[in-house]
């Protein structure tokens, strides 16, 4: 009975400090912001344009299909008109431009409704166990960023 217990205990502490770690982890990357661009990587490599895909559909995620419109995916449902359509825009605006799009478009436009995707501070009233998180991690935004590359004109 009380092997057990510790047991369980050791368990439920491994479980903390996996917790732990991940959530620093998803913590926001370092960047600095020059020229209304992010020229570096957040994660120093190159982000999977599949997985990027997924996370661009991801309800969840991304949810990026919420506001804009993509003619490549007019077999998904639900295309929002809020954003301008993606196509073309890898064309309109350069890697960096689009990388601080995705970290934070308000850097560019404080107005905007498009939401800060890897921006951990100054949310307000985020529940206890968003506190310190992203929308999306510095890898996830760089996989989304490679799959925003492809949308060339
Ligand atoms: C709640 C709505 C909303 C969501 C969700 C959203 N966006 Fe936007 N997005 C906008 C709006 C509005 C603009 C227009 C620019 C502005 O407001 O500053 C924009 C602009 C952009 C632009 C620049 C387009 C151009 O060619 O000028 C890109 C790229 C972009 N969004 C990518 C994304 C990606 C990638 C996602 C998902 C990770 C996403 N957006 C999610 C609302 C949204």
Same mark, same amino acid.
């Given at each position: 009975m009380n092997t057990r217990r510790i047991a369980l205990g050791g368990i439920a502490l491994a479980g903390l400090v996996a917790f732990a770690a991940s959530a620093t982890l998803s913590g926001a990357a370092e960047y600095k912001v020059e020229d209304e661009a992010i020229k570096a990587s957040l994660t120093g490599k190159a982000g999977d344009a599949g997985n990027g895909k997924k996370v661009f559909l991801n309800r969840k995620k991304g949810n990026c299909l919420a506001c804009h419109v993509v003619a490549s995916l007019k077999d998904q449902p639900f295309h929002g008109q @809020? /954003? #301008?359509? %993606? =196509?073309g825009t890898a064309s309109r605006w350069k890697e960096g431009e689009l990388r601080l799009r995705i970290v934070n478009s308000k850097i560019v436009?404080? =107005?905007?409704?498009? #939401? !800060?995707? $890897?921006? !951990?501070? /100054? %949310? $307000?009233? @985020?529940l206890k166990k968003f &506190? /310190? &998180?992203? @929308? %999306?991690?510095a890898q996830e935004v760089e996989d989304v960023l490679a799959y925003v590359m492809t949308m060339k004109e």
């Open positions: @809020v /954003g #301008p359509p %993606l =196509d436009n404080k =107005d905007t409704i498009m #939401p !800060a995707f $890897h921006r !951990a501070e /100054g %949310l $307000h009233r @985020v &506190k /310190g &998180k992203t @929308v %999306l991690s």
